[in-house]
């Protein structure tokens, strides 16, 4: 069994910066892919960033891409995610996921979730 806590959420002015962290402990495996997920009131959660372990290969949702940044460090276990030139648009709860084996932007494929931390972008 895996847990994720997230941290880093907060509240930002439009074009500001974040940095969001994702500390994951229990019986954590090399095959391993970490992503993260957002999910405004309303709206469907939606596929944000994930990163592979082995390769670090990483993937990111159109809508981020130039702006968002998903890294990872083996050592400490935790997967971080840069967010730059926020827009309101990009308000949400942000969640840590991950999944054993190769990339997936379908959440439903994720195995274990944090319990999400707000990001809020004012206009």
């Known amino acids: 069994q895996v847990q994720l806590v997230e941290s880093g959420g907060g509240l930002v002015q439009a074009g500001g910066s974040l940095r969001l962290s994702c500390a994951a402990s229990?019986?954590?495996?090399?095959?391993?892919?970490m992503g993260w997920f957002r999910q405004a009131p309303g709206k469907d959660r939606e596929f944000v960033a994930a990163?592979?372990?082995?390769?670090?290969?990483?993937w990111y949702a159109d809508s981020v891409k130039g702006r968002f940044t998903i890294s990872r460090d083996n050592v400490k276990n935790t997967v971080y995610l840069q967010m730059n030139s926020l827009t309101p648009e990009d308000t949400a709860v942000y969640y840590c996921?991950?999944?054993?084996?190769?990339?997936?932007?379908?959440?439903?494929?994720?195995?274990?979730w944090g319990q999400g931390t707000q990001v809020t972008v004012s206009p």
């Open positions: 996921a991950v999944k054993n084996g190769y990339y997936s932007a379908v959440y439903s494929l994720y195995n274990y």
């Open positions: 229990g019986r954590t495996s090399s095959t391993y892919t």
């Open positions: 990163i592979g372990h082995i390769s670090t290969s990483t």
